[in-house]
T-cell receptor, first 113, second 115 residues
Framework: LAKTTQPISMDSYEGQEVNITCSHNNIATNDYITWYQQFPSQGPRFIIQGYKTKVTNEVASLFIPADRKSSTLSLPRVSLSDTAVYYCLVGDIENNAGNMLTFGGGTRLMVKP | GAVVSQHPSWVICKSGTSVKIECRSL??????MFWYRQFPKQSLMLMAT?????????EQGVEKDKFLINHASLTLSTLTVTSAHPEDSSFYIC???????????FGPGTRLTVT
């Protein structure tokens, strides 16, 4: 199973760019990488998903190197409301089982004024 | 985007009683629904996977006779915690996937407190 490893916590300040890296050394060929955001007492919210290279949407970018053994979620110009826990999940999205449903410890991001 | 709701958002029950939590997909048909449990300051733990019209598949260590899951329609799954005990107090979250997307859509969660 492709286990993920993330930093437990990160601190940042408003307006800064935040990069959260996730390691997934034994990612499989069919695996995609998905990032979720979770606020206290709420369900996770989908942020971004990718397979290789770079993916960008209106809230974040996802950088995936050629070997796909890691990925970096980039949040541009964070605000206080971005304080949350961020989870990286790796798995075969066409087979919704196993890894895609295994949440790691997540990264607790604290944005300070 | 697709919306998943849960009801109730919070519930307090006495030890020994049963409580039912509903998970609904509001604007799409959910072929598969998932139930998670999350304790304070911890990550989400998958409890079970349910497909419409069939029995749920439980993760190792989850008692299927205690956590009854019913997925009777393509828009509704229920989790019943039977004979609840204080250690069952947790945040229960459901998610769903549809027929046209592989994305998991999460509900807002239900806070269960057993006294």
């Amino acid at each position: 199973l492709a286990k993920t490893t993330q930093p437990i916590s990160m601190d940042s300040y408003e307006g800064q760019e935040v990069n959260i890296t996730c390691s997934h050394n034994n990612i499989a060929t069919n695996d995609y990488i998905t990032w979720y955001q979770q606020f206290p007492s709420q369900g996770p919210r989908f942020i971004i998903q990718g397979y290789k290279t770079k993916v960008t949407n209106e809230v974040a970018s996802l950088f995936i190197p050629a070997d796909r053994k890691s990925s970096t979620l980039s949040l541009p110009r964070v605000s206080l409301s971005d304080t949350a826990v961020y989870y990286c999940l790796v798995g075969d999205i066409e087979n919704n089982a196993g890894n895609m449903l295994t949440f790691g410890g997540g990264t607790r991001l604290m944005v300070k004024p | 985007g697709a919306v998943v709701s849960q009801h109730p958002s919070w519930v307090i029950c006495k030890s020994g009683t049963s409580v039912k939590i509903e998970c609904r997909s509001l604007d799409f048909q959910a072929t598969t629904m998932f139930w998670y449990r999350q304790f304070p300051k911890q990550s989400l733990m998958l409890m079970a996977t349910s497909n419409e019209g069939s029995k749920a598949t439980y993760e190792q260590g989850v008692e299927k006779d205690k956590f009854l899951i019913n997925h009777a329609s393509l828009t509704l799954s229920t989790l019943t915690v039977t004979s609840a005990h204080p250690e069952d107090s947790s945040f229960y979250i459901c998610s769903a996937t549809g027929t046209s997307s592989y994305e998991q859509y999460f509900g807002p969660g239900t806070r269960l407190t057993v006294t």
